[in-house]
Every structure is written in C-alpha cells, then in structure tokens.
C-alpha cells in the first residue's frame, strides 16, 4: 500500500507522453490525458448486449443531467442516439457489430476481450494498453483478436501490449510497423536475469511514449531494472517476456499505479 499511495518518491527512471514528463502521475490524473486500459476496466456486464456494454463506457462521461433523463428531454434523447451510433461505430472496428444484440455473458472468450477493448475506446484514448489480451484463447480466438487490433490500429489507435505469446504477439507488431525502423526494450528481472524483447518502430517524429531506465520495487524486491521503450503514434508496440517477468508492472509503472526507484535506493536494496 505504501506504494501504491506513493510514500516512496518516484526519482528514478522517466515517463514522457506527448513529450510531457508524466513520472510519478497519480492514475486518474495519467487516464484523463487519453491512456486507455483494458486490465483494470470493470469486468462487462454479463447480462448487457454487446452495443449496451459499449454504451455504458459513454456513460462514465454523462452529457445529460438527472433530469435530462428524468424528463426524456430533447438533450437527452440527442445524446442517447448519439452514443448508440458513436458505439456502433466502434463495434465496426474492432469487428463486433455482427454480435451487437448478443448478451456479453454468451460470446466466446475472445470477443469479450475485444469487447473490453470496444469499452476503452469509448473513453477516447489516445494510447490503449493491454495486458496479455490473447491470453487464454485459442488459436481462432487469437486469429480474430489480432486482426481486430490491427483493424483499430488502422483506424489511428496507438498500442502497447505486454504479452508471453511471441508469435501472436510479433504478428501483431509486424503488420503495424511498416513506416519506421524497429528498437528493442528490455525487462529484467533480478532472479532469472532474463532479458524480454520488446519490439516496435521507433525514431518518428511523433513519439507518443517514452519510458526511459524504469526501476521498480515491490519492498525489497526488484521486479523490473532499467526498462526503458517508446511507442510512436500509430504503432502497436509488443513488450513480450515469461510469467512474472514484469509485464504489467512496467505497464502499472506507466500509469502511475507503482512508483519508480531511484538508483541509490535500487542498489541500497540489493545489496
Ligand atoms: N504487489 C506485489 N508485491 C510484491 N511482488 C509483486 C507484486 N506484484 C508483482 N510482484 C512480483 O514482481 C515480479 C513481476 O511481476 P509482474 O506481475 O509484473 O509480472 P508479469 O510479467 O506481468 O507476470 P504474469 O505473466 O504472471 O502476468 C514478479 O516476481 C512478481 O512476483
Ligand atoms: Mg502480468
């Protein structure tokens, strides 16, 4: 909990978005500058349809007042078509618009996951992260949810997804990075020493991302040493690595759910 509430202070390692040091940001504070999650998002609404659950992410941003919807004002009925279609629209991309009536609780497992993605996009996110969004599929399943990233990735969303499923995952990648040259992250972990690649284009001008030698801690653990990745606008970037390599701590790191150790206090520690 110390961590979580930031009684360490984050001096090491940084977190730029948008060319903003963001390092240390609160979580809320990192969501409201367009960083979209499907691994903390609220489970779906099982006995909601598919376009109702996407619906329900608008919602978190209510237009309309109490009474607005209250008196079924004009006000309230614009922004009800208007979010039916805007959540039409982006079933379209991700490819669920066939399944719109069906209930969350009968699609296989792979929709449902590209049914949280739907729900993150409805909150306008300029970056989407997803954390081992093919995990647990099978291969069609992984087949649908690669094409869907692709699909949404065309329609101008950034990614960055932490997975253990190298091919998958490069296969998403690979599509994506025409435009640019490619770099490699790393993530270490102090037990194995293990090295995870992670690939995706880079030296763009647009830079969406960029996590510079990010150490974290969790006590006197060390779970990630001197990580550091970019993702330029438009990409789908692929952090791959083994379980509890430190997948979703970098991307808990990003979003300010972790703090960052400084250097002193990473060697202090592993002493
Ligand atoms: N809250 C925590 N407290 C203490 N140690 C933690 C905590 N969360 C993660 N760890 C440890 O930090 C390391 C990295 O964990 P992390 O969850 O980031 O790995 P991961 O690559 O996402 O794993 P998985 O593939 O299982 O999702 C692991 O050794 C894990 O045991
Ligand atoms: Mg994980």
């Not at 691994?39 to 349809?49: E, G, I, S």
């Not at 969004?133 to 599929?137: C, D």
């Not at 030296?203 to 969406?208: D, I, K, Q, R, Y």
């Given at each position: 909990m110390d961590l979580i509430t930031g009684v360490f202070k984050p001096t090491g390692g940084q977190v730029a978005y948008e060319g903003k040091d963001i390092t240390g940001m609160k979580p809320h504070e990192v969501a409201a500058l367009g960083i979209g999650r499907t691994?903390?998002?609220?489970?779906?609404?099982?006995?909601?349809?598919v376009l109702e659950n996407v619906s329900a992410s608008f919602h978190l941003r209510p237009k309309s007042s109490l009474l607005d919807i209250y008196f079924n004002t004009p006000t309230y009925r614009k922004n009800e078509a208007y979010i039916r279609d805007a959540s039409f629209e982006i079933l379209k991309v991700v490819g669920l618009e066939r399944v719109k009536?069906?209930?969350?609780?009968?699609?296989?497992h792979g929709y449902q996951k590209m049914l949280g993605v739907a729900r993150a996009l409805a909150t306008r996110p300029k970056l989407l992260l997803l954390d081992e969004?093919?995990?647990?599929?099978n291969p069609s399943e992984i087949d649908f949810t690669l094409k869907s990233i692709r699909k949404t990735r065309a329609q101008g969303a950034t990614f960055l997804i932490v997975e253990h499923n190298m091919q998958s995952s490069t296969s998403a990648t690979a599509s994506s990075s025409s435009a640019s040259a490619r770099r490699s992250a790393r993530a270490r972990r102090k037990k194995s020493g293990k090295t995870n690649r992670s690939s995706g284009p880079t030296?763009?001008?647009?830079?969406?991302l960029e996590m510079k030698n990010i150490t974290v801690h969790y006590g006197k653990s060390l779970a990630i040493e001197d990580v550091s990745l970019s993702v330029p606008e438009g990409s789908v970037v692929s952090v791959i690595g083994a379980n509890g390599s430190g997948k979703s701590t970098v991307l808990k790191a990003l979003v300010g759910l972790v703090p960052l150790s400084s250097a002193r206090y990473s060697s202090r520690r592993r002493r």
């Open positions: 691994f903390q998002l609220n489970p779906l609404f099982a006995d909601f349809t009536d069906e209930l969350a609780r009968n699609l296989p969004p093919l995990g647990g599929m030296s763009v001008a647009n830079m969406l």
